[in-house]
Structure formats: C-alpha cells, structure tokens
C-alpha cells in the first residue's frame, strides 16, 4: 500500500504565494508521473500541472508562468510552487500518482493513488 500525504494549502491574499507539498510513502518501486490536480465548488477536477521521473513537466495554460512543478526523486516527494496567485485559483489540490510501481507475488505492479488534498484560498 502507498500513501500520498499533502501539505502546505492555506489562506492567501491574490499576488500571494504557496508551496504545495505531497509525499509519497510505502511499497514504493518506481514512480514515473506526479501530478497536481485541483478541484474548485461545482467543477470538474483538471489537470494543473505534472512532471515525470525526469523531469519533464507539463502545465495548465491557467497556470503557465505562475506555477512550478518540481520533484525529488529520492524523497518520492513532488511540490508545487504557486505564485502571483488569483481567487480563480481557490480550490481543493490534490496529489496524483498514477503509475507507482510495487513489488507483490514476487513481480512489480502498477497501481494509481490520489492524495485526499489540501484547501488552497486566495481571498482578500
């Protein structure tokens, strides 16, 4: 089993900041993808941003030249630096796995796992 534990959501005034955290821990073999993905009230859940084992990245137009992606490899730990944030942004951000690599009955599996989330507001 693999547990994704987010960190770092709060309360911040627009043009603010924050650092997303989310650590994976458990059966872990390999991780290739780590995504954020955010939820706003009465909306669809959308992709913000994801980056893979090496490093490549990929980003929501939304967040584009505001937000960075960022893992470490070692820590099996992925952030996400928010910055020049707007109240479109509030919503809940969750952590997205979805190819962890496991060893069970002697072969590694692939299994997909969510973080349960952390709130982000931007309110003045």
């Known amino acids: 089993q693999v547990q994704l534990v987010e960190s770092g959501g709060g309360l911040v005034q627009p043009g603010g900041s924050l650092r997303l955290s989310c650590a994976a821990s458990g059966n872990i073999f390999s991780i290739h993808i780590m995504a954020w993905y955010r939820q706003a009230p009465g909306k669809q859940r959308e992709l913000v941003a994801a980056i893979t084992s090496g490093g490549t990245t990929n980003y929501a137009d939304s967040v584009k030249g505001r937000f960075t992606i960022s893992r470490d490899n070692a820590k099996n730990t992925v952030y996400l630096q928010m910055n020049s944030l707007k109240p479109d942004d509030t919503a809940v951000y969750h952590c997205?796995?979805?190819?962890?690599?496991?060893?069970?009955?002697?072969?590694?599996?692939?299994?997909?796992?969510w973080g349960q989330g952390t709130q982000v507001t931007v309110s003045s």
């Open positions: 997205h796995a979805p190819d962890v690599g496991s060893w069970y009955g002697g072969e590694i599996q692939q299994y997909d796992y």
